[in-house]
């Protein structure tokens, strides 16, 4: 099972690293990274596979928040399927 | 591959743009509970409803969190109750009403809908009870929807009905004055009722329908507007075009959350209502709509052609993005829940007659429309009665929901909070209809029924 985690916000110094660190740290096995500047914020884009995440979705999902939140950035993670089927026919 | 603009845009219309399921409805058949015993068959009903709908909000928090997309209101709709306390004469329908409100709480719904009678062409003894229960049904409970189905293009428009539900929904609202008369926001009056409607207040399970399913209401009046605002200066080609485009994401959206909730609860799915439902938030509301086609302010002339415009295009775009397409799949124009309509009524650009007007063309009524607490029973039925015409005339559900605010006059305001909103109370003609009224009988089926 694939999700998007997209972060949203103002740049700074290590998003990518602690992002990937919750990642990482769950068994997140992160399979792509996009990541641009628009409109003078960041925003960057990451694919990854949850297969062998070893904690809950939910879980998993409440932690980026979290930590998204106390870095003053949006951060959501969400079911790959959501953007297939807004976005193909 | 994804690509990083499509994803930032879905994350945008949920973040900014208030892009959400507005309700997973689950319908529940509860012929099986009929019982010559009342307290035995408020017994089954409770049990089948706490057993079926045990994990449906779970199940929708669980697709909310793991989709991203906010789902707001996870509901119950189930048979008629009339024709489940029909088998029990002499006994006061509102036990039943307390059942389902009782099963309602345990699961954690906000609203349970089929408190229902259908009537369209006579009444039967359990339909008569529990029409005359309602009052003391919405005043008693606090999740029970109640409705009520007038007339149809197949059957006519039932008089008697219409005479009656006039006395009903002023009943309603002396009892909930206290409330600011919510009791009324909870009771529709139909022609042309849809058996698998997820919304409220009007949502019931018809007999048709499977024993349990799943219906998805989706909405996102602030996602069209804001794509109308990005396209700027076009021709109406073209905005037909981007409301086409932005109902088909949205009704992806609420076809994959229908889907999901379906699988995850072992529960066949029934259909997806492609409605633009509004709520008070800003940005929500189906007038900025009308207004950023070009409109001063909602009521306006044009407005009702901007309407039409707009309902065609939801469902044109909705229906290829869904497999079963149903309920009442349209735009709603609920003025209390709508900023835009709360506005326009306020500043008198928005008046009942271009209300009235504008139902012939969009999903449902007259409906969350506040007028005065003196109002004539006479009156609200002959507002019951000119849109169950226009319904009726044009093969269309159309519904009435108004709140006589008791104790207030033109101008004054209801606040209910919530979803439900608020908004001013508006003015109705004074003519009286009385003697049409009271003559009672059908008005016969149109010649639009004679299809075979």
């Not at chain 1, 919750?22 to 990854?48: D, R």
């Amino acid at each position: 099972m694939r999700a998007v985690i997209t972060v949203i916000g103002k740049d700074m110094v290590g998003i990518l690293a602690k992002v990937s660190t919750v990642c990482a740290e769950n068994g997140v096995n992160v399979l792509e990274v996009t990541q641009s500047i628009l409109q003078e914020m960041f925003a960057m884009i990451m694919m990854v596979d949850i297969s062998a995440c070893t904690i809950p979705f939910n879980e998993l999902s409440d932690k980026l928040t979290a930590m998204g939140d106390s870095m003053g950035l949006r951060i959501h993670v969400m079911h790959e399927d959501i953007f297939n089927s807004m976005h193909r026919i | 591959m994804l690509n990083s603009h499509d994803i930032l845009e879905t994350i945008n219309m949920i973040d900014n743009e208030n892009l959400d399921v507005r309700t997973i409805t689950m319908g529940i058949s509860l012929l099986d509970c009929i019982d010559p015993d009342a307290d035995r068959a408020c017994d089954k009903i409770y049990d089948k409803i706490c057993r079926y709908a045990q994990n449906l909000v779970k199940t929708g928090e669980d697709i909310s969190k793991e989709y991203g997309i906010p789902i707001i209101n996870k509901r119950i709709s189930v048979t008629p109750i009339s024709m489940i306390a029909g088998a029990n004469p002499g006994v006061n329908p509102v036990r039943f009403a307390l059942a389902l409100d009782r099963a309602a709480k345990t699961v954690g719904v906000n609203f349970i809908g089929g408190y229902s009678a259908l009537v369209h062409k006579g009444f039967s003894p359990g339909d008569y009870a529990l029409i005359e229960s309602i009052p003391e049904a919405l005043s008693r409970t606090e999740f029970v929807c109640s409705s009520v189905n007038i007339g149809s293009t197949k059957a006519g428009i039932n008089m008697d009905a219409v005479a009656k539900m006039g006395g009903i929904v002023n009943r309603v609202a002396e009892l909930t004055a206290d409330r600011d008369c919510i009791g009324a926001a909870k009771l529709v009056v139909f022609c042309n009722a849809p058996e698998d409607n997820p919304f409220m207040a009007g949502a019931f399970h018809g007999t048709g329908e499977p024993d349990c399913e799943i219906n998805v209401g989706v909405s996102g009046p602030g996602v069209v507007r804001a794509a109308l605002a990005k396209a700027g200066d076009c021709d109406i080609t073209a905005i037909a075009d981007i409301i086409k485009k932005t109902a088909f994401k949205v009704t992806r959206m609420g076809q994959l959350v229908a889907q999901e909730a379906s699988r995850r609860l072992c529960v066949p799915f029934g259909i997806v209502d492609l409605s633009l439902a509004p709520t008070p938030a800003i940005g929500d509301s189906v007038a900025y709509i009308l207004e950023e086609m070009g409109l001063e302010c909602c009521g306006a002339h044009g407005t009702t052609a901007a309407l039409a415009l707009l309902n065609d295009a939801v469902k044109k775009g909705g229906v290829m993005a869904s497999s079963h397409v149903g309920g009442l799949s349209g735009a709603f124009i609920p003025v209390t829940e709508d900023a835009g309509m709360i506005h326009a009524a306020q500043c008198g650009a928005l008046t009942l007659t271009k209300l009235e007007a504008m139902t012939a063309v969009c999903s449902v009524g007259l409906d969350m429309i506040a007028i005065p607490g003196d109002t004539p029973d006479e009156v609200i039925s002959a507002i019951i009665a000119d849109e169950a015409a226009i319904g009726m005339v044009n093969s269309k559900t159309t519904a009435v929901r108004v709140i006589p605010a008791i104790g207030k006059k033109v101008g004054d305001e209801l606040n209910f909070g919530g979803l439900l909103g608020g908004g001013p109370v508006m003015e109705v003609n004074r003519y009286s209809p009385a003697k049409f009224i009271h003559r009672g009988g059908r008005i016969p089926a149109p010649m639009q029924s004679l299809k075979n």
